[in-house]
Antibody
């Protein structure tokens, strides 16, 4: 069974930084692209970032480009999202999701339970 | 970016009755590889989204057969043949054909 467990969320002041982690299990992590999707309180879903299985191909939404960095450690089956220069509008639950190929049809399979980031 | 417009925004339904959610795209979602990357997700209150349907009509493992997806080009529909209490929540469509991937605004399904 695929399991994705996010951690690292919390309260941070504007301009601050946070690093989110997503521990994956139940599938062959290194062959899957992975993504981050966020949801502001009471709002809809917004794709944030994704990267290839190797970690060499990384992609970002315009709203976070230059501030967020996605990465992975395939030896630890873990996905990361380094968030810098945080703004109030980054306040959201952040979900880790399996999938997200840039060049072969973008699909998201399993999702984690999410971690809340509050910028205030 | 591709805009996905869902309707209705809110859908009160009676248990045991059918329900239908529409998702219309600002561009055709047929990919150059011949596939149409249109998915449907269900988010129950307080939970993370879970995928129901992929590539327009493929039902994910464990999803009840009362859920079905259809459509082509720019118009897509999620149907629930007989609504059950556990089906409440918000339904989102997502396109993965054009970059960047985008979601519809959501349709909230509630029991009358």
């Amino acid at each position: 069974e695929v399991q994705l467990v996010e951690s690292g969320g919390g309260f941070v002041q504007p301009g601050g930084s946070l690093r989110l982690s997503c521990a994956a299990s139940g599938f062959t992590f290194h062959i899957h692209a992975m993504s981050w999707v966020r949801q502001a309180p009471g709002k809809g879903l917004e794709w944030v970032s994704c990267l290839s299985g190797s970690g060499y191909g990384t992609y970002y939404a315009d709203s976070v480009k230059g501030r967020f960095t996605i990465s992975r450690d395939n030896s630890k089956n873990t996905l990361y999202l380094q968030m810098n220069s945080l703004r109030a509008e980054d306040t959201a639950s952040y979900y880790c999701a399996q999938g997200g190929h840039r060049y072969s049809g973008f699909e998201l399979d399993s999702w984690g339970q999410g971690t809340l980031v509050a910028v205030s | 970016d591709v805009v996905l417009t869902q309707s209705p925004l809110s859908l009160p339904v009676t248990l045991g009755q059918p329900a239908s959610v529409s998702c219309r795209s600002s561009q055709s979602l047929v990919s150059s590889d011949g596939n149409t990357y249109l998915s449907w997700f269900h988010q129950r209150p307080g939970q993370s989204p879970g995928r129901l349907i992929y590539k327009v009509s493929g039902r994910d493992s464990g999803v009840p057969d009362r859920f079905s997806g259809s459509g082509s080009g720019t118009d897509f529909t999620l149907k629930i043949s007989r609504v059950e209490a556990e089906d409440v929540g918000v339904y989102y469509c997502m396109q993965g054909t054009h970059w960047p991937p985008t979601f519809g605004g959501g349709t909230k399904v509630e029991i009358k």
